[in-house]
């Protein structure tokens, strides 16, 4: 296990189709962490789980977004009916509980509605 | 007021000079600080974190901390242009990011 995985890299999806992103994070990571980021901006924080629990969503997140951890290990990120202002990179990172470690990140996946 | 709050930049400065990166944040009661490098395309790495009042040093690397100005800084000695990316400030356990300073290091 050399880090943390996500697939695709690269999304290319017309406006209004549904697309779902997937992140293994590193094996022995309980907590993992979706961010969204745009040109120019920082990471904006989405959501996170902590084993298989979703602990907190941001409230800038609509009802189209949704995240899941099912078994506390990968997690998969979905949007639904796309909107060009969706185009970003989609970044995860893991962590152990002692989060005061830092995060690794994975390479994103970077999505361009059309 | 945003959480987490950074000079866009760019900033830049010759090879071999100090870089000195700032950052301000909100939350009175953060304890934890973070500072990322970020490569253009590329994701974010961790450079250092720091907890306590004071500096922490890692190579050319040294952080710096004020809770009661609620600043936190980084400067590079040495810079070389492989220095050259933008630098994101994190506060948090949940991990706020700053927008991120911009630097080049020119030779």
């Known amino acids: 296990d050399t880090g943390v995985s996500q697939d695709p890299r690269h999304k290319i999806t017309k406006r209004g189709q549904n697309v779902t992103f997937r992140c293994d994070p590193i094996s022995e990571h309980n907590r993992l962490y979706w961010y969204r980021q745009t040109l120019g901006q920082g990471p904006e924080f989405l959501t996170y789980?902590?084993?298989?629990?979703?602990?907190?969503k941001s409230r800038l997140l609509s009802d189209r977004f949704s995240a899941e951890r099912p078994k506390g290990s990968f997690s998969t990120l979905e949007i639904q009916r796309t909107e060009q202002g969706d185009s970003a990179m989609y970044l995860c990172?893991?962590?152990?509980?002692?989060?005061?470690?830092?995060?690794?990140f994975g390479s994103g996946t970077r999505l361009t509605v059309v | 007021q945003k959480e987490v709050e950074q000079n866009s930049g760019p900033l830049s400065v010759p090879e071999g000079a100090i870089a000195s990166l700032n950052c301000t944040y909100s939350?009175?009661?953060?304890?934890?600080f973070f500072w990322y490098r970020q490569y253009s395309g590329k994701s974010p790495e961790l450079i250092m974190s720091?907890?306590?009042?004071g500096d922490k040093e890692d190579g050319r690397f040294t952080a710096q901390l004020n809770k009661a100005s609620q600043y936190v800084s980084l400067l590079i000695r040495d810079s070389q242009p492989s220095d050259s990316a933008t630098y994101l400030c994190a506060v948090r356990n949940d991990m706020r990011f700053g927008a991120g300073t911009r630097l080049t290091v020119k030779p």
């Open positions: 990172a893991s962590s152990t509980l002692d989060s005061d470690y830092g995060y690794t």
């Open positions: 939350d009175r009661g953060s304890q934890s």
């Open positions: 720091i907890y306590s009042n």
């Open positions: 789980f902590q084993n298989e629990a979703q602990l907190e």
